[in-house]
């Protein structure tokens, strides 16, 4: 390469300091790398500033391979191709690369660093680990390799055992500036956390945990405004996503009930709305179907912002005055600084009065966010029973996360039910004062049909002629609703009644394995698979009962939306289930969540099925329950009241 090109080179990339700069310089790369296609140098530029001007990621991927394919021996690029397969999703691929490249072979202390770093990058921690000691024991002068495995180590959240890592270092060692700053920060974080906690720690003690609890703990003993029960000011509902499931309909329909009572100028309990309620989402991508009610919020002109769009602000950029609170806020949980760092300015901004977080998930990425920002109401939204009591979902977090908050003035807990309220008072050992129960608001659904349901009733009817009760279930098929469970209690059912024939409605992943589940038992002929339907009432006013075998739930709405239409129910024990209904009249509770009895279920069942037929009363009764105690009207006036608290 001549040296006017290496100069022009050098230019173009000294110029790209943002992403307007760095395509500019882009339109003059170009230029170089058409007239010299085959240069490593220009090839490698090319990538850098690709990367710079955030191109998509296809195109990085493919510079940095070819930059790489022309100098296997760089070092660098062979990195760069290796973090751009990374974050294409190509783990496997990447691995592979790390583990048969001549270049992690050489005995060189660059190249010893950079295959335990790459194993880091790829999360291939505990390879890395064994690595990045490999290399400090073969290289026992080299401070460099303790600073990246100490500031790898502290990635991980695992600040006591990168301070033992740089205790290795000299006192005098000389440093640069950045790593010398590093090594003080480690050192004052963790004696700051022993302070806190009043013992010293060593490196199997959780870091993470101790920092977002006494991050939450700085607000122990916040001042809060006079509050005022006659209004509800600014008001966001928080959670991580809009999918099809319960607690998304609950929040959609809890948003859009207040705000049009805002339009209308209409208080709720003699309470005034004076805002717009806004929805905050972590994620509402379509791939996903995370934006199922999307389109109802938008619809009904609900504000709602999508929270992987806002524009994270760096921790020193936040104004935190407490030093104790900044210096905790590097060593948080990641889910905790991601909401930090995109939420506190929002909060801000928008002048946030309540925070109505929705579940775990959104609880730990929000609560700290809302404090930070001085949000005076923080109000948690529980839709289940509590993570000890669900270790499928729970993270080690949750339980320190909670017991911090509870301790905190302005902090509030709403349930569906009083189980859930019970359970979490007892895991938390807090006082039941603190949790608001406030049932589902639940929707009376049409019995109309759509699409070609009539047709597939029909055919269905047809095929099970003379068929003497009709008994349904409403559900995803996934583990926690336990399909496969209702297959086997269908095979019981019919050898004592077998001219009783099963609806089944929704979809899953278990689908396919129920259905031939039923065709080995030889009773597929007496259920109809409808799969996912837009009109449930429809195929709910089909059957004379219902039932739920869930082993997890909140407050299962399909019992209460049986009930309005005068349907009786059969149900496991699981969350609040057992207050959806009149047990014993309405519908039947079974014994456990763990086993049930099939034969008590076949039984109860039956003999709902009997009484209904014989006492239309129990209709009206049914309806008249679910009305009374989960109409939307009564759900909204209690959420309000809750919220103003």
């Not at 801000?348 to 109401?377: E, M, N, S, Y």
């Not at 959806?580 to 309405?586: A, L, R, V």
Request: proline share 4%; aromatic share 8%.
């Amino acid at each position: 390469m001549s040296s006017h090109i290496n100069t022009k080179l050098t230019e173009l990339l000294k110029s790209a300091t943002d992403v307007k700069s760095a395509n500019q310089a882009l339109h003059e790369m170009k230029v170089l790398i058409d007239a010299h296609p085959n240069d490593f140098l220009i090839c490698s530029g090319y990538a850098t500033l690709l990367e710079k001007s955030r191109a998509p990621l296809k195109v990085i991927l493919t510079s940095w391979e070819k930059a790489h394919q022309l100098n296997p021996e760089d070092l660098q690029a062979f990195e760069k191709f290796i973090k751009a397969l990374m974050k294409s999703g190509e783990k496997n691929r990447a691995l592979s690369l790390i583990d048969n490249s001549p270049l992690m072979k050489v005995h060189e202390l660059a190249n010893k660093l950079a295959f335990a770093n790459l194993l880091h990058e790829v999360k291939e921690y505990e390879r890395s680990e064994i690595a990045f000691e490999e290399v400090t024991c073969a290289f026992p002068k080299s401070d460099e390799a303790k600073i990246l495995y100490a500031q790898r180590l502290r990635n991980r959240k695992l600040l006591f055992k990168a301070r033992t890592v740089i205790q290795q270092i000299a006192p005098d060692a000389p440093l640069d500036k950045k790593s010398l700053a590093f090594v003080i920060e480690v050192k004052r974080v963790a004696a700051l956390l022993e302070s806190l906690e009043g013992k010293s720690l060593c490196e199997q003690d959780d870091s993470a945990l101790l920092a977002m609890k006494h991050a939450m703990l700085v607000f122990e003993n916040r001042d809060l405004p006079v509050a005022n029960n006659k209004f509800l000011g600014k008001t966001a509902l928080i959670t991580g996503s809009l999918g099809p499931g319960g607690a998304e309909r609950q929040l959609t329909r809890t948003a859009v009930s207040i705000d049009k009572k805002f339009v209308n100028g209409e208080k709720i309990s003699g309470i005034a709305v004076t805002e717009h309620m806004e929805i905050l989402v972590k994620s509402f991508e379509s791939e996903r179907d995370n934006d199922f009610f999307l389109p109802y919020l938008r619809d009904n002109d609900t504000k709602v912002f999508q929270i992987n769009d806002l524009s994270p602000v760096a921790v020193s950029r936040l104004g935190i005055e407490n030093d104790v609170l900044s210096d905790l806020l590097s060593d948080v949980p990641n889910p905790v600084l991601y909401g930090v760092m995109r939420m506190v300015e929002y909060f801000r901004q928008a002048k946030t009065q309540v925070a109505f977080i929705w579940q775990d998930g959104a609880v730990l990425f929000a609560a700290l966010a809302a404090l930070i920002a001085g949000v005076p109401k923080i109000v948690l939204n529980m839709r289940g029973l509590p993570p000890n009591m669900r270790a499928h979902i729970s993270r080690p977090e949750y339980h320190e996360m909670y017991l911090s908050l509870v301790r905190i003035p302005g902090v509030h807990f709403i349930t569906n039910s009083r189980v859930t309220a019970l359970a979490y008072c007892d895991w938390l050992k807090t006082p039941e004062s603190l949790f608001t129960v406030v049932y589902n608001g639940v929707a009376q659904m049409a019995p109309e049909p759509c699409h070609d349901d009539e047709k597939i009733w029909h055919d269905f009817e047809l095929l099970t002629k003379g068929a003497t009760e009709t008994i349904g279930a409403v559900f995803r098929f996934e583990t926690d609703k336990r399909p496969i469970l209702v297959i086997r209690l269908i095979r019981q059912y019919l050898l004592n009644n077998p001219d009783a024939r099963f609806v089944l409605v929704g979809d899953g992943r278990l689908f396919n394995m129920c259905y031939e589940l039923a065709q080995k038992f030889e009773i597929s002929h007496r259920i109809l698979f409808a799969g996912r339907r837009q009109s449930v009432g429809y195929w709910l006013s089909k059957m004379n009962a219902l039932v739920l075998t869930s082993r997890y739930e909140g407050l299962p709405n399909v019992l209460i939306e049986a009930q309005f239409l005068g349907v009786p129910v059969v149900s496991t024990p699981a969350g609040g289930a057992a207050e959806c209904f009149i047990n014993g009249k309405t519908g039947y509770v079974l014994d456990s969540v763990e086993e049930p009895d099939l034969l008590d279920a076949c039984e109860k069942l039956h003999n709902l099925i009997v009484q209904f037929k014989k006492n239309p009363k129990l209709k009206s009764a049914a309806k008249r329950f679910a009305n009374e105690h989960f109409s939307i009207s009564e759900m909204v006036e209690n959420t309000v009241r809750a919220l103003v608290l």
